[in-house]
C-alpha cells in the first residue's frame, strides 16, 4: 500500500454530506508529502489534541516543522462521532419537547407530533459537513504549513516514526490517539449486534425499541434525545441512580425528568446475556429486585466507558509504558516514561472532554518546544477544569465536590440557590435546579460549584473565571448581572455568602455609623 493512497475511508450513509466530510477529513486522493530530513514535532492522531498541538507549535511562527498523522478522520471524535453530532441531535429533541410542553405556556400544538427522524439525522450530516472544513487536512496544510501523513503511524526507533513505508525522523513526539467505546463482555452481544457512539449517528431510519447501557453522560444524553424523537427507550446503568459521578440532588432532577419522559430505568443493573430472535435483541438481566428479567428492543446502544487508542504504536519498543484501560502513563507535565515523547488528551488523562484535549495541548506545547532545560514547565494539575452533562436539564460543575474538599482538609459550607427563587426560571418554566457554590469556611474562597439547569454549561464559565484568577464571593456579589436573566443565581448565591457576614458585632457597628450619617 503506497504512501499516497493510504485507503478510502468512508461514513455511512455516503450521502453528499458525509461525502463532503470524508473530502475535508480523509481526502481519497490524499498524497502524503516527502518528509523533512528531521521535524521538531511529530504528532501522532489528528483528534482535537492533536490538531491543537500541531496547529499551535507550527502557527507560532518560528520555522518549527510539525508533522501530523492520522488514520481515520481529522477531527477525532468530537467532530465526527461526539460532540457536535450528538448536540445536533440533542437540539432537535428539544425542539421536540418545547412543543409537547407547549400548552403550559398557553401556546396550543396537535397532539401527534411528528418527528421525521431521517430528517433529523440529514440534518447532523449537513451540519457537521459544514463544520468539518476546520478540521480539514488541506486546511491544516495550507494554514500552518504542517505536513499531514494519512496512515498507520508507529515508532520504530528512539527519533523515528512509521507511516505507510515512509519513515519520519523527530526531535520530539506526541501520542493524541485518543479512545473507543468499550466494547460489552456479554454473552450474546457480539452476534446480537450493537451502536457505539461511532455507528448510531450512521441511523437514517428511528429504531422503535431503543436499550442504552450505560447511565454517564453518553448513555443519558443519547437515551433522552432518542426518546424524545420516539423510541422507546430502557437504560441499563450499574449504579444506584444515574449519572453517580454528579451530586446525587443534581442526578436525581435529571432522573425524575427521565421517568417523566418515559424512560425505563433499570438500576442495579447485571446484564447476563443477550439473545438474537425473531421479535429483536433480547436482553437478559437482574436489576436491584434480585430477580432475572428480559427485554427484547431493536437496538443496543452501548454508553459506558471509554478504552485508549494504544495499539498498534509499538509503544515498548520505544520506553513508553501504557495499561490497556488506563492508557498512557503521563507525568504532571504529561511526559511519557520516554522523555522525547509526550501525550495529551483521552488516551492518557481521566478528563475525557474536547476542552480538556485542547487545554492538554497548549500544556504540551510548551513543555516541548519552550521549556529549554525543564524550566518554566506548565503542570496539568494547574487547570481548572469545567463540564458540563447535556441532558434537559444539563448538569455542569468545576472545581472540587463536597466530599473532595472535605477529603483535603478543608472546613466546606455550602450555599444553595434554588431556581425557584430566581425570577427568570420562574417565567421561564424551569425552576426544578439550582446553583450550589461550595466555599472554605471562614473564606470567600470558591472551591467547587455545581448548576442544574436546562443551559447550566453556558452559566458555569462565571464561576470558572471567578476560581482561576481566585475571585471570592465578596467580589462576585459586587458583579452585575442583567436582570431578568438565570445567571443571577450565582449572584444570588455569592449575595447570601455576603449577607453570613453580617455578624451581632458587624450590626452594631454599622448601627453605630447611621447614627452619625
Request: glycine residues 10%; proline residues 4%; aromatic residues 8%.
Amino acid at each position: 500500500m503506497s504512501s499516497s493512497q493510504y485507503q478510502r475511508v468512508t461514513v455511512p450513509p455516503m450521502d453528499e454530506y458525509n461525502q463532503r466530510l470524508v473530502n475535508y477529513v480523509h481526502p481519497g486522493d490524499w498524497v502524503n508529502p516527502k518528509p523533512v530530513d528531521c521535524y521538531d514535532l511529530v504528532v501522532i492522531g489528528a483528534g482535537t489534541a492533536g490538531l491543537v498541538t500541531a496547529a499551535g507549535a507550527a502557527g507560532i511562527g518560528v520555522g518549527l516543522k510539525v508533522a501530523l498523522i492520522e488514520r481515520h478522520l481529522m477531527g477525532g471524535d468530537c467532530l465526527n462521532v461526539g460532540c457536535v453530532p450528538s448536540k445536533c441531535l440533542i437540539r432537535s429533541s428539544r425542539v421536540v419537547a418545547e412543543m409537547r410542553n407547549a400548552g403550559a405556556f398557553g401556546v396550543k400544538v396537535p397532539d401527534n407530533i411528528e418527528v421525521d427522524f431521517p430528517a433529523v439525522m440529514e440534518r447532523m450530516r449537513r451540519l457537521r459537513a459544514g463544520i468539518s472544513h476546520h478540521d480539514s487536512a488541506q486546511r491544516f496544510k495550507d494554514t500552518y504549513g504542517i505536513d499531514i501523513f494519512l496512515g498507520n503511524g508507529r515508532f520504530t526507533g528512539d527519533d523515528t516514526i512509521e507511516v505507510n513505508d515512509t519513515t519520519l525522523k523527530f526531535k520530539k513526539a506526541v501520542i493524541a490517539t485518543g479512545a473507543r467505546a468499550v466494547r460489552p463482555r456479554v454473552e450474546g452481544m457480539e452476534e446480537a449486534g450493537y451502536l457505539t457512539n461511532e455507528t448510531v449517528f450512521s441511523l437514517t431510519e428511528r429504531p422503535n425499541r431503543l436499550a442504552v447501557i450505560g447511565g454517564g453522560p453518553i448513555g443519558c444524553e443519547l437515551a433522552q434525545s432518542f426518546r424524545r424523537l420516539g423510541c422507546e427507550v430502557v437504560l441499563f446503568h450499574r449504579g444506584s441512580h444515574i449519572l453517580n459521578k454528579e451530586d446525587a440532588d443534581a442526578a436525581d432532577i435529571v432522573q425524575k425528568v427521565f421517568l417523566k419522559e418515559g424512560i425505563r430505568l433499570v438500576l442495579g443493573a447485571q446484564l447476563n446475556r443477550v439473545e438474537k430472535t425473531e421479535a429483536g435483541k433480547t436482553l437478559h438481566f437482574n436489576s436491584c429486585t434480585g430477580l432475572e428479567e428480559s427485554v427484547t428492543v431493536d437496538e443496543i446502544l452501548i454508553g459506558a466507558g471509554r478504552a485508549p487508542n494504544v495499539e498498534g504504536l509499538n509503544l515498548e519498543l520505544v520506553g513508553v509504558e501504557y495499561d490497556q484501560r488506563k492508557g498512557v502513563k503521563v507525568n504532571d507535565y504529561l511526559e511519557t516514561t520516554n522523555p522525547k515523547i509526550y501525550a495529551a488528551g483521552d488516551i492518557c488523562m481521566d478528563w475525557k472532554f474536547t476542552h480538556a484535549a485542547d487545554s492538554a495541548a497548549r500544556i504540551v506545547i510548551k513543555n516541548t518546544l519552550f521549556s529549554p532545560f525543564g524550566f518554566g514547565k506548565y503542570k496539568l494539575s494547574n487547570l481548572v477544569m469545567p463540564w458540563a452533562t447535556y441532558t434537559d436539564p444539563e448538569i455542569a460543575h468545576v472545581g472540587m465536590y463536597e466530599h473532595e474538599a472535605q477529603a483535603k482538609g478543608f472546613n466546606v459550607n455550602t450555599i444553595k440557590i434554588p431556581f425557584s427563587t430566581v425570577d427568570r426560571a420562574i417565567a421561564d418554566g424551569e425552576e426544578e435546579g439550582f446553583v450550589k457554590i461550595h466555599h472554605k469556611k471562614g473564606s470567600d474562597q470558591i472551591l467547587g460549584a455545581t448548576i442544574v439547569a436546562n443551559h447550566a454549561g453556558e452559566m458555569i464559565s462565571e464561576v470558572t473565571t471567578a476560581i482561576v484568577h481566585k475571585i471570592g464571593l465578596s467580589k462576585l456579589s459586587s458583579v452585575i448581572h442583567p436582570y431578568p436573566t438565570q445567571a443571577e443565581g450565582i449572584k444570588k448565591a455569592a449575595d447570601a455568602y455576603r449577607r453570613t457576614l453580617l455578624t451581632p458585632r458587624t450590626k452594631t457597628f454599622l448601627e453605630f455609623l447611621t447614627k452619625l450619617s
